[in-house]
């Protein structure tokens, strides 16, 4: 009875096994299905429309009415939006994400309750980010412009590029730290001289993806930053963005202009896949530095 009990526990967990396989394959396909199709439906609507007018040049009277100009405004501001929160992220997330894990790490429910509390700012919707920092705003007097912009998307991206530090960080042995401390060496010395440079790949890549969703979010934006046809040239100015464009665009009932918007979107896809580039190429060369060392 024993032997067949055995056998019969073993075909369920092999059966439970395959069945997951299955679910687990179909979900991948499924992703991979959405992505391949989007890209294409990128690709197919926006190409056409796409120009070097539209890049290199700012909207002029009448571009969305299907008239001359271009977008060269919005993918500036979406630059100078994304690298200053991204900038002003990396600032304030890196010493807290080192703080978990070396100052604080034996204390395992006080680390516990810090990555729940990041987790939940994880999930708050975008769009409360930007109502918070427009209650704010109106509080203080001021007006839309790129720095509350910078402000409000730094905010929103910060438990992501924290949590994306602390899951890296956490991959470190633990006998590196009580190595680096019976050397004499600091906390704060082996925080920033062992765990920064061993993680150094992996923090590049918590930074990119930080700067993937800064980059492509509109809702946290959409009451601070406000909209222009003028490029910035101030941190107090209003800022045009990627995806404020598009959707002013889409929203368009004009057909040349609902196409520009999708030109405008695979403007956006391109630098992202850019971004996504380079981490693979700085994370690689990161990678080899460190073991020939």
Known sequence: MKIFKSI???AIKKAEEQIFRVLMLLSS?????ALILLIISVFVKGLPALSWEMISQVPKGGFYFGKEGGILNAILGSAYLSLGAVLLAFIISLPVALFINIHIV????LVNFVRFLLDLLWGVPSIVYGAFAFSIMIY???KTSLIAGIFTVSLFIIPIMVRGMDEVLKTVPRGLLETSLSLGSTKSETAYFVFFRQCTPGIITAVLLSFGRAIGDVASILFTTGYTDHLPTSLTQPTATLPL???????SPIKEVQE???ASALILT???LIVSILSRVFSVKFKKNKISE
Do not use: D
């Open 8 to 10: 019969s526990n073993a």
């Open 29 to 33: 396909l499924l992703i991979l299905f």
């Open 106 to 109: 034996q204390r395992k429910r």
């Open 140 to 142: 203080m007097g001021w």
């Open 245 to 251: 464009a598009i959707f002013f665009q889409l929203t």
């Open 260 to 262: 520009r918007a999708y």
């Open 270 to 272: 391109f630098i992202v």
